[in-house]
């Protein structure tokens, strides 16, 4: 269990780092930079809050490359206007939107995603067919995916109790003590290589409740290449 403390900041050059610490079990110290460019820092119990701030001042190099990233890729993630020409992503490749008048329906057709709305001056609308396409291919997708690793739970002996695919704010994926695992479904999205490491770094949280050497010992068991794939999930 995580127990949040106060706001804190350390000064950097002409930079205030803010992040938020919380106190865990694990026996070393983590830093995470999120897409809304929040900094979180997960430190183990009885860790003083000074010498966690030497840690983060000794990361801001690192911690504001994030921030600069992902500040670049709100800037080239404007407002949807749900009109012909607009680019959309499904499973990590680009699509050109293309929005018709007629009974609706939303398909993919080439390079195309075509919508068809009876109203294509009704931006709402179109929002919703085109989040409830995204959300049922989600279902099928994600699911057929976890089948796939399925074999690591037994393999590993691991305890799990279900799936579920449901909007996470901010977060790719989540599991609990209880063996539930949450996986967000704007991961339709992103390349099947990126579904396939969160699934795992998931799977690999239920035996492994943080980020210990041996969380991450068991995940690179199964992706080698975890780090350069994170990296491209970032991105989305």
Same mark, same amino acid.
């Given at each position: 269990m995580e127990e949040f403390i106060q706001d804190s900041e350390v000064q950097y050059g002409t930079t205030t780092i803010k992040y938020k610490v919380h106190f865990s079990t694990r026996k070393t110290l983590g830093i995470e930079v999120h897409p809304d460019q929040t900094i979180k820092v997960v430190a183990p119990n009885g860790a003083s809050l000074k010498r966690i701030?030497?840690?983060?001042?000794?990361?801001?190099?690192?911690?504001?490359?994030?921030?600069? #990233?992902? #500040?670049?890729?709100?800037?080239?993630?404007?407002? &949807?206007?749900?009109?012909?020409?607009?680019?959309?992503?499904?499973l990590g490749r680009q699509y050109r939107l293309k929005v018709?008048?007629?009974?609706?329906?939303?398909?993919?057709?080439?390079?195309?995603?075509?919508?068809?709305t009876p109203d294509k001056e009704d931006k709402r609308l179109s929002s919703d067919l085109i989040n409830k396409w995204y959300s049922d291919h989600a279902q099928i997708k994600l699911n057929e995916r976890f089948?796939?690793?399925?074999?690591?739970? &037994?393999?590993?002996?691991?305890?799990?109790? &279900?799936?579920?695919?449901?909007?996470?704010? #901010?977060?790719?994926?989540?599991?609990?003590?209880?063996?539930?695992?949450?996986?967000?479904?704007?991961?339709?999205?992103?390349?099947?290589?990126?579904?396939?490491?969160?699934?795992?770094?998931e799977i690999c949280h239920l035996k492994y409740l943080n980020h210990?050497? &041996?969380?991450?010992?068991?995940?690179?068991?199964?992706?080698?290449?975890?780090?350069s794939v994170q990296e491209k999930l970032n991105m989305f």
């Open positions: 701030a030497e840690k983060v001042e000794n990361k801001a190099p690192w911690i504001q490359k994030q921030v600069r #990233k992902f #500040k670049k890729i709100e800037k080239l993630e404007p407002a &949807k206007e749900y009109v012909s020409g607009e680019n959309v992503f499904y018709i008048k007629g009974a609706q329906s939303v398909k993919l057709i080439g390079k195309y995603l075509k919508l068809t089948e796939k690793y399925n074999y690591i739970l &037994k393999q590993e002996k691991i305890k799990f109790n &279900k799936l579920q695919i449901k909007s996470i704010n #901010k977060r790719w994926g989540s599991c609990t003590k209880l063996g539930t695992i949450t996986l967000n479904p704007e991961l339709i999205k992103v390349p099947v290589n990126c579904i396939d490491y969160v699934i795992i770094h210990s050497p &041996k969380f991450f010992r068991l995940l690179e068991k199964y992706i080698p290449n975890w780090r």
